[in-house]
């Protein structure tokens, strides 16, 4: 379980992108976290696996308050919870399978890493993960001879491979076409389904975290202002998501909701 109690995050600079945060999200969980750009959804992801501190308040992974965590338990925390980009981050020169062995390297002994020999289990377990995701076949394909969609699915082996818990996923399928869009979050549906890890994305396409989240945190100038089944959103609540107007003052919403259209 991940747990925000009145979690508040401060820039150096002195900008608040999260205040008064207090969530829990339950293993299993698949949930959208959307809102405007600059409203804190990349800030709440990026402080579950400590890639950002807090100011004020705790995080607690599975029990364990992470903020007490120090160089090798953020290590050990990172390793537990994968993490999705838009870019991939992969290294585009060398095949698929290269690229989600690479998950394995922080766990390898000194003189595997410069030899870079894997044990058949890493290399089963690999395979396994590619398949999972349908892209088995490209297994000893560079990365580069592949489309953007099928190179997001190598990322998310990779993650798999790891065996997380957790996968944070930061606009994943922002720089896919709405097809290959699709086809990717159903991944991300069918992993978590069936090997019940928690999913936690950012995304701004709204109709697809409808379709495919079980949960949407909807959060407006770092603070969540809805929480709720993905079934429960209706224009209202999309409405004070986005343009910060309360929910009965129906009348506006609709004009501010086409104008934005934030379900497009
Ligand atoms: N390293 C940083 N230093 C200072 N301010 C930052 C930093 N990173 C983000 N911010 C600010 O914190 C606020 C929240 O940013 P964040 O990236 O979490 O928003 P977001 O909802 O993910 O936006 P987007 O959808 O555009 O990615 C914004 O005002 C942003 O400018």
């Known amino acids: 379980m991940i ?3 009145d979690v508040e995050k401060q820039y150096p600079n002195g900008l608040t992108a999260l205040k008064n945060i207090n969530v829990k999200i339950e293993q299993g969980e698949y949930v959208a976290i959307i809102g ?4 804190g959804k990349s800030t709440f992801i990026r402080c579950i696996n400590r890639m950002h501190g807090i100011t004020e308040g705790s995080i607690y992974i599975n029990g364990m308050d992470i903020r007490l965590l120090k160089g090798k338990g953020v290590r ?17 020169r060398t095949t698929v399978l290269k690229n989600v062995l690479v998950s394995y390297v922080p766990d390898l002994p000194f003189w595997r890493k410069i030899t870079g020999i894997f ?4 290399k089963i377990n690999a395979l396994t993960a590619l398949d999972k ?8 394909v560079r990365v580069d001879q592949l489309s953007g969609g099928q190179q997001q699915r190598v990322a998310l082996a990779r993650t798999l491979a790891q065996a997380p818990q957790i996968i944070l996923a930061d606009e994943p399928v922002a720089s896919l076409d709405p097809v290959t869009a699709n086809l990717v979050m159903e991944d991300f549906r069918k992993i978590n389904k069936e090997l019940n890890m928690t999913v936690v994305m950012n ?12 949960r949407i945190i909807g959060i407006r100038s770092g603070e969540i202002v809805f929480d709720g ?6 224009d209202e609540v999309l409405s004070l998501i986005y343009s910060g107007q309360e929910v009965e003052d129906t009348s506006a919403n ?8 934030p379900v497009a």
Do not use: P
């Open 229 to 234: 089944n993905a079934s429960d959103v209706n």
């Open 119 to 122: 044990t058949k289990e890493q």
């Open 36 to 39: 405007l750009s600059g409203a």
């Open 254 to 261: 609709e004009s501010t909701i086409s104008e934005k259209n």
């Open 133 to 140: 995701v349908g892209i088995l076949d490209k297994a000893y």
């Open 76 to 92: 050990k925390l990172r390793r537990s919870i994968g993490m999705i980009f838009q870019s991939f981050n992969l290294v585009t």
């Open 3 to 5: 747990e925000f109690i």
């Open 203 to 214: 995304i701004h396409h709204v109709e697809l975290a409808l379709t495919y989240a079980d």
